[in-house]
């Protein structure tokens, strides 16, 4: 696998403002044997280093595949329908109202979440379920911070997520074809949202998140298939029993709650022992082959979150 190349920029040039503050704020703190108290965790939560298991070695898909290449039905069935057709779409101002099983209910202003979370840097192995993979360098923060702030309660056993409904600002949801039902929704079990792998992203490639990728905030997984990464959330729900997710509700024998990477389970319509890497190659499809590891190559980190489960029952 060819190794990954640091841009050759300084870091400071390709982080966004709020990524590179808290950098400094974890550096200044780290200096000052303050690192993960006082003043060294005053802007957010503690950054605490960079672990290797975030940030995989992989050569980065270049970036205009990342963001002409999409999945995004509210712009158009096609790859390239969310960059032309998002141009519109407004991510601000924009709110996420967090509720259900917690004992602080809220709506939180995107710029509050820019303000109070320590974004960081996550290069991530994405798997779509139509075998294609892409490695992304996402801006964002672990879901457990912001349920952290919003306190579950016990009874609280997943996490409902809800993408806006703006016809006017997305032709895919207005008109007389529907793709899907809107909104778009995902869920996750409270203990995969908690996983520190389990991000909000607001940003990729050192800029903030553009409209196609899911403005301005959506879902990153990384073990889970692509559709899970569920775009523009403007809901967050805490509840006790499994949530619907759309790609369920749309073909329930394809598509299933769990949605965990795993080449021993094919979709019924395509293999997925294999994937094709965007932007690497000119092989017949554009892209390199390669084997698809178990949970996309994090099993070490969440695994043991299904131990006991059959994988193919609960796909
Ligand atoms: N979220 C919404 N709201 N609508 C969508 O159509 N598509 C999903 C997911 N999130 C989708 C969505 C699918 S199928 C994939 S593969 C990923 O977004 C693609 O994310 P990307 O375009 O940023 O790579």
């Known amino acids: 696998m060819a190794a990954y ?24 703190g780290a200096a000052a044997g303050l690192a993960l108290s006082g003043a060294g965790s005053a802007l957010a ?24 290449y999409n999945n995004f039905y509210e712009f158009g069935v096609g790859k390239a329908d969310p960059a ?3 141009g519109e779409f407004k991510p601000r101002p924009w709110t996420i109202e967090v509720g259900g099983l917690v004992a602080k209910p809220q709506v939180i202003d995107i710029e509050t979440v820019m303000k109070e979370f320590a974004m960081e840097e996550r290069i991530y192995r994405m798997r779509c379920v139509e075998a294609w993979s892409m490695v992304i ?8 911070a912001l349920l952290d702030r919003v306190e579950p309660l016990g009874s ?22 529907q793709a899907l039902d809107w909104p778009y929704v995902e869920g996750l079990r409270l203990d995969e949202a908690r996983n520190p792998l389990a991000i909000l992203a607001t940003g990729l490639y050192g800029e903030t998140l553009p409209n196609q990728n899911g403005a301005p905030i959506r879902l990153v997984v990384p073990w889970k298939y692509g559709f899970k990464g569920i775009k523009s959330i403007v809901k967050i729900t805490l509840t006790e029993k499994e949530p619907p997710s759309t790609w369920n509700l749309s073909a329930p024998k394809e598509y299933g709650f769990y949605a965990n990477v795993n080449p021993l389970v094919d979709h019924p319509r395509w293999s997925q022992a294999t994937e094709r890497r965007i932007g690497e190659g000119d092989g ?28 193919k029952k609960s796909f």
Do not use: C
Request: aromatic share 12%; hydrophobic share 35%.
């Open 5 to 28: 190349r640091p841009p050759s920029i300084a870091s400071s040039e390709i982080t966004p403002h709020q990524v590179y503050l808290s950098r400094r704020t974890f550096m200044a």
């Open 45 to 68: 939560a503690p950054l605490v280093g960079k672990p290797t298991s975030y940030k995989v070695d992989d050569k980065l898909t270049p970036q205009k595949d990342v963001t002409t």
């Open 84 to 86: 032309q057709n998002s």
């Open 137 to 144: 360098p996402w801006i964002g923060f672990p879901i457990s």
């Open 156 to 177: 609280a056993k997943y996490v409902a997520f809800q993408t806006v409904v703006r016809p006017e600002e997305m032709p895919g949801q207005g008109g007389f074809f």
């Open 284 to 311: 017949l499809f554009g892209g390199r082959r390669l084997d698809t590891l178990p949970f996309n190559g994090y099993a070490d980190q969440v695994a043991s979150l299904y131990s006991g489960m059959d994988l």
